[in-house]
């Protein structure tokens, strides 16, 4: 069973508006949770990375939060733009290092 | 550029030949890791070193696949009598060792076997 779920697997929305992706892991122990965008046929790049500590962290558009005793995490999205469009992927890192990847969210903006 | 470097970036191969991938992580990074993608998956781990030392394989690496960081440097991920079911993206990634230190992922080695 994967450690790291994503939800919705994928969704539609249209230039401007925002949205939110959610991530629940069962990763133990837990050392960090990051977030990639991954565009079509190219590597992951990483938007934010939160340690225990942190609730909230933003990267422009993007703000991540992390809910260490419920073991959620969330991306918001603010204003889409058409480049928004890619696969989001929730990583949670134990405390050797380890990175358990979700599957992604797949975001497509619309015009 | 400073960022992971992956060669090539794609790879089209006849079942049952063997193909070589290669990875120059960022220069002071002592980490490095390689992961398959499949399409609408996301990446899964196979191995990775510390400097030089493999230090972790998954069970996904079969006895085709053979990893390499001889020098702690760059890296190579030789395939052997490739497979259909090989076919993926296969993506190195580097890190810091710290452990809160982002990982840095190249563009990746489209594989596909035919």
Not at chain 1, 32 to 59: A, C, H
Not at chain 2, 21 to 50: A, K, M, V
Request: glycine share 6%; aromatic share 8%; with cysteine.
């Amino acid at each position: 069973k994967n450690q790291v779920e994503q939800s919705p697997q994928s969704l539609i929305i249209l230039e401007g508006k925002n949205c939110t992706l959610q991530c629940n892991y069962t990763v133990s122990p837990f050392s960090n949770l990051r977030w990639y965008k991954q565009d079509t046929g190219r590597g992951p790049v990483s938007l934010t990375i939160m340690t225990f500590s942190e609730n909230t962290k933003s990267n422009g558009r993007y703000t991540a939060t992390l809910d260490a005793d419920t073991k959620q995490s969330s991306l918001h999205i603010t204003a889409s733009q058409l480049s928004d469009s890619a696969s989001y992927i929730c990583v949670v890192s134990d405390g050797n290092n380890r990175l358990a990847f979700g599957k992604g969210n797949q975001v497509v903006v619309i015009p | 550029d400073t960022g992971v470097s992956q060669n090539p970036r794609h790879k089209i191969t006849k079942r049952g030949q063997n193909v070589t991938f290669r990875c120059d992580p960022i220069s002071e990074h002592n980490r490095l890791y390689w992961y398959r993608q499949t399409l609408g998956q996301g990446p899964e781990f196979l191995t990775y070193f510390q400097n030089e030392a493999q230090l972790e394989k998954s069970r996904l690496l079969s006895d085709r696949f053979s990893a390499e960081r001889p020098k702690g440097s760059f890296s190579t991920l030789e395939i052997q009598r490739t497979e259909q079911g090989d076919s993926a993206m296969y993506l190195c990634a580097s890190s810091l060792r710290d452990r809160n230190t982002e990982a840095f992922f190249g563009q990746g080695t489209r594989l596909t076997v035919v």
